[in-house]
């Protein structure tokens, strides 16, 4: 046994076990509390990419995490900087985002439980613990790897969430002896101590899926953010194209299917996914929870009693939750399509039922057609301030099938999403689930940070901009060509029309006499003159021709840049699709 010791900084243990998982960035603010930690990055190939904000080191960490199929790890000190990094935990876990968030506490002895009066102090673990997948307390030097561990097998087991690591402030920067074993058990390969292989469906459950889909008139197809994770794109394609079937997606499986292929019916056209999920006797779910933006799988919006429900998902909590199933498969949505295809190619659908699908797909096609005419009839308007339908359909027509659209904001989200149309997997990011503002300009860097060579750009609103204007400049100081596109009409303007619509009943009843909406318009932010000050690219339009030539300018100038577009305050508050969104939010008839 080799008894050489050697002496280390507490901070570098976390830094080599993290380069041992194959982690090359970090995003976070530096602070004394941790300085251990960071300063051992260069030794481990580790880059820090440090925002203005915490919570935006928790978007781009989660957005780096969806595009890249790591992990995406995000730091933030104790007591102001863990307060700060919060509602970026909120979001990143409802999103299913794969983070790990490492902070610093203070020094052991006066925390855990709070001595009376330690500064810069809260239970951080207790809070984090509430709102995260987990939440662990490293109480020493020894105890690093260990901890360390766990929180790795957390971040991988079942469906994605935050995971999140406290260490005293003195067990990062403090200096102690170790062996040259123990130094070396720092960087054991992690399958030595978590799943590396995903979770393969048992096989007679594929040939039983496969049987009900194979005999099935109607089947379908619905998609979550499990595909996303997964990183099953090709597979999707081929399990479709076999079947024959439709696919239809949540809104955080849109970024999985394609909204251009003959199978997928695109999530914009709601009433049209209805109509296919109502009419299936098969069903075959894919790494969706089936909550409350599906309906929560309920009549008349999905498929009534007799339908066959096939659900598949690596997390076993919820399956058959919300929406009973026939079939519940407990496995990775890659690896179970691989097998499903498998099973299909060795006993294919009959030609018979093939050519029924075929003409039934057909049929869809002429609907959706109807349904993306209907949409269109927005861009006839060409005229000045913009209608915000034009914004989302030139930025598209703009940036090739690989650029990255990020999408935030309440209306501007809205009219961007029926507007956008997908032709690449996994280019889309949004807050599909929280529905956060401001949470998309550092889901834009980071997303820049995973693909460097993509373009990468954002849709936002006036308000959701001015939640985190200030990594304006974290774009340039870390050169990161992030263009943002700001749909500005100077008002929150689907509080606005919740207003206008909610107030009158509400004012006779309160007796209210003042008229109108309450706080809902806004000053003008000059977010291209704001750009300016931080060394970026600032441009105004308020027509179509002008937005196009600033985007060209934009691209040609290869530098961060922000677009204020003026757009018309009237039309951008009448988003389409909302009255299905108030639908969303009542509990269906079923």
């Known amino acids: 046994m080799d008894n050489t ?56 960490a989660g957005a780096y995490a969806r595009l890249t199929g790591k992990l995406g790890v995000c730091m933030a000190s104790n007591g102001p900087g863990v307060a700060n990094v919060l509602p970026g935990v909120a979001v990143e876990n409802a999103e299913g985002s794969r983070v790990l968030l490492i902070t610093s506490s203070r020094r052991q002895g006066i925390t855990y439980p709070d001595r009376g009066g330690a500064y810069q102090y809260f239970n951080q673990v207790g809070v984090i613990g509430a709102m995260s997948k987990a939440s662990l307390a490293v109480p020493s030097f020894e105890r690093i790897p260990e901890m360390m561990r766990k929180a790795f097998r957390e971040s991988f087991a079942g469906r ?63 998609v979550g953010g499990g595909v996303v994770h997964a990183g099953a794109f090709e597979e999707l394609v081929v399990a479709a194209e076999r079947l024959q079937a ?15 292929h003959p199978l997928t019916v695109p999530m914009p056209y709601m009433q049209l996914g209805r109509e ?11 790494g969706s929870r089936i909550g409350e933006t599906d309906w929560w799988g309920k009549a008349p919006h999905w498929a009534k009693a007799g339908t066959k429900i096939i659900q598949v998902d690596v997390d076993e909590s919820i399956l058959g939750l919300n929406l009973p199933t026939d079939l519940p498969v407990l496995a990775d949505a890659k690896s179970f399509l691989r097998a499903l295809v498998q099973e299909l190619d060795a006993t294919p659908v009959a030609d018979g039922v093939l050519k029924a699908r075929k003409a039934r797909i057909a049929a869809l096609q002429e609907k959706k057609d109807a349904a993306k005419a209907e949409l269109a009839m927005a861009l006839e308007n060409e005229g000045t301030p913009i209608h915000p339908a034009q914004v989302p359909t030139l930025c598209r027509a703009h940036f090739p099938d690989d650029a990255v659209v990020v999408v935030d904001g309440g209306n501007t989200a809205v009219w961007t999403s029926f507007f956008h149309t997908v032709t690449a997997p996994n ?5 599909f689930e929280m529905g956060m503002l401001g949470a998309g300009v550092g889901q834009a860097l980071g997303a820049k940070v995973a693909r460097p060579e993509a373009p990468v750009y954002c849709i936002l609103g006036d308000g959701a901009f001015g939640f985190h204007p200030q990594e304006i400049e974290t774009a340039v100081r870390h050169g990161l060509a992030v263009t943002y596109v700001v749909l500005c009409d100077k008002q929150w303007g ?25 706080n809902a318009d806004l000053e003008e932010i000059a977010f291209d003159k704001l750009a300016e000050s931080m060394g970026a690219h600032g441009e105004r339009v308020s027509s179509p021709d002008e937005l196009k030539a600033a985007l060209q300018r934009c691209t040609d100038l290869g530098k961060p840049a922000v677009i204020h577009v003026d757009v018309d305050p009237m039309q951008h508050m009448f988003a389409p699709g909302l009255q299905d969104f108030k639908e969303m939010h009542q509990e269906p008839q079923g």
């Open 5 to 60: 010791r050697e002496r280390v900084i507490g901070g570098e243990i976390v830094a080599a076990m993290l380069a041992a998982e194959g982690v090359e960035k970090v995003f976070g603010i530096i602070d004394g509390t941790y300085l251990g930690f960071y300063a051992s990055f260069e030794k481990y190939g580790i880059e820090l990419v440090t925002p203005r904000h915490e919570t935006t080191a928790a978007h781009m």
């Open 160 to 222: 994605p969430g935050v995971v999140h690591v406290d260490i005293p402030e003195n067990v990062f920067n403090g200096t102690f002896e170790v062996t040259a074993e123990a130094a070396a058990s720092w960087k054991r390969s992690p399958q030595q101590y978590r799943r590396v292989a995903p979770i393969e469906a048992p096989a007679e459950q594929v040939r039983e899926a496969a049987a009900l889909l194979r005999n099935a008139e109607r089947p379908a197809l619905h």
């Open 246 to 260: 439709p696919v239809l997606s949540s809104w955080s499986g849109r970024p999985a299917v394609l909204d251009t």
């Open 276 to 286: 296919v999920r109502t009419d299936a006797d098969v069903i075959l779910i894919l």
């Open 427 to 431: 280019t889309v990011l949004s807050t």
């Open 494 to 518: 689907m509080v606005k029309l919740t207003q206008s619509l909610g107030l009158g009943g509400m004012r006779q009843v309160l007796g209210l006499k003042t008229e109108g909406t309450i």
